[in-house]
């Protein structure tokens, strides 16, 4: 899609759906106000994965676990591949690739589930549904649990039928779709449900709507409730929400040097 016929779907939308330029322009506001809270100063309370796993769950085997997912990863790199020729923005190819959750966040995603086995397990903003694969294929192999995931449709060029593309058929059978932005859907996904085990923000990383979800997931899930979210690293909202309430906030290195943060409820 060239420049020109992006600027030209905008303002088509701008006159049939403008409420998704008020979207736009909101999201902006919230970016351009995150500036305002990059303050703190990070260290890594475990320098990878494997150095959680080592010390949080020290007799589990995790290269077991990890064998169990060479399909899944076949799966989803042939899909990048199939994107491989089209051209971003699309209807196609409506997300980057780098959007997608990386490949040691997405491994602890399907090995923490595999160990909790959780019941129900909350997310928000799936995109082409890599994260949303991981922990579907835990849910499979645990036979047990159901994911339900959050997400909606922010520009001219996304559409429903993208959401979660990449999730293989075989593993949608426990997924539980809500279309919506987080702000109007996530109390929602919580009251319907009989307790949430794990939740996981990854839609849109500002100060703002990062504390809301952290926020609503602390107030409604389970006791013993575990809250993770990818890319902790753009602004302080976890690290003063983790702190403000006294929770026991922990930052996980990941590949690329990118922040994942944990915290377990009690
Ligand atoms: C980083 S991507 C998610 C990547 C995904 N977890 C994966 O592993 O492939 C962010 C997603 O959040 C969605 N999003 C952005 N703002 C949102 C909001 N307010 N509520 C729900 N989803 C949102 C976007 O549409 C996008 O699909």
């Known amino acids: 899609m060239s420049r020109f016929s992006i600027i030209l779907q905008i303002l088509k939308n701008a006159i049939f759906k403008p409420q998704l330029l008020q979207e736009l322009s909101r999201e902006r506001a919230e970016i351009k106000d995150d500036e305002k809270f990059r303050s703190h100063k990070y260290s890594y309370n475990f320098n990878s994965i494997s150095d959680f796993f080592k010390k949080r769950f020290p007799d ?7 064998r ?5 990863d076949e799966h989803v790199d042939d899909f990048f591949k199939s994107l491989q020729t089209k051209k971003y923005p699309s209807r196609d190819k409506p997300y980057p690739i780098d959007y997608s959750i990386n490949s040691d966040s997405r491994k602890f995603l399907y090995i923490l589930c595999r160990i909790l ?3 129900n397990v909350v997310e928000t903003g799936v995109a082409y549904g890599l994260s949303s694969s991981y922990i579907l294929k835990a849910l499979d192999k645990n036979q047990s649990g159901t994911l339900h995931s959050i997400d909606s449709i922010f520009r001219p060029w996304q559409s429903e039928d993208m959401i979660g593309a990449a999730i293989p058929e075989n593993l949608r059978h426990r997924w539980n779709f809500n279309l919506g932005k987080s702000t109007e859907k996530l109390q929602q996904v919580f009251d319907e449900l009989d307790g949430v085990d794990i939740f996981i923000h990854d839609s849109l990383h500002t100060y703002k709507n990062m504390m809301f979800e952290f926020e609503c997931a602390e107030k409604n899930l389970n006791e013993n409730g575990t809250i993770i979210s990818d890319d902790v690293l753009d602004n302080d909202a976890f690290f003063n929400f983790s702190n403000r309430d006294n929770l026991n906030g922990h930052l996980i290195k990941v ?6 943060g944990l915290i377990i409820k009690n």
């Open 117 to 119: 086995k959780p019941k």
């Open 60 to 66: 589990v085997e995790i290269n077991e676990f990890e």
């Open 68 to 72: 169990e997912l060479h399909e899944l």
């Open 255 to 260: 590949n690329d040097d990118l922040g994942l």
